[in-house]
């Protein structure tokens, strides 16, 4: 399925300024800035055109553009997906005066993410979120992951391994699981040498340790 049809010349005015919009809040945006959104509509393309379902173009761009737009200035991005989608509809109320398609993009922003606890249902949320999984696989992906995180470092590396490698399992369309595949690989690859350096680390803070006590102990 190509997308099901093509953007009609407001929906492309439409989201000319929902890029402007989107390009200013995310230009500073740590992590997940504008090229992140960007990989994400990317990939959210490629998974339209390759599925059966019939995905609606507009919607599904101003969902992907929108998705992350609760991170920006945020301390945790623990609700973003909730609070993006309501920065988003007071946005979309200026450009779109059908509720019904307001409505459909904000819960692209609100199910894209599990943090939300509430997954996605149509195609176009299905979609965004496969998209923005992949993008969170890979090497960009686990750093663009540790940025902004606080706790010691073997907390930070263990808890980012352990959601990478839960992703994989939850895309929905076969396709991007075949996308995400070289990525999915990265990341093992990534996450077996992070662990074995963490043991040597941990080994190595173990023998400090046991060479301190015995030299008080001569003392």
Known sequence: MVLKRKLSKEEEKVLEKVIEF???KHHRAEGHDYSHVLEVCKHSIEIARKIKEPVDPFVLLAGALLHDIGRVGAKSGMFHGIDG???AEEFLESLIKNTATIHRITRII???TPTSHIPPKSTEEKVVSDADTIERLGFMGMIRGIM????TMEFIIED???KRLGDYDRLFFSVSKKMAFPHY????NMSNTLK???KERLGEIKEIE??????EEGS
């Not at 902004?148 to 706790?151: A, L, P, R, S, T």
């Not at 690989?185 to 093992?188: A, Q």
């Not at 046991?210 to 030299?215: D, E």
Request: net charge positive; proline share 0%.
């Open 22 to 24: 989107v390009e200013e």
């Open 85 to 87: 989608a309501a920065r």
């Open 110 to 112: 609100v199910r894209h």
């Open 148 to 151: 902004g995180k606080k706790g």
């Open 160 to 162: 980012r391994v352990h």
């Open 185 to 188: 690989k990265e990341t093992m």
């Open 196 to 198: 074995r350096k963490l």
């Open 210 to 215: 046991s060479y301190k006590l015995i030299k």
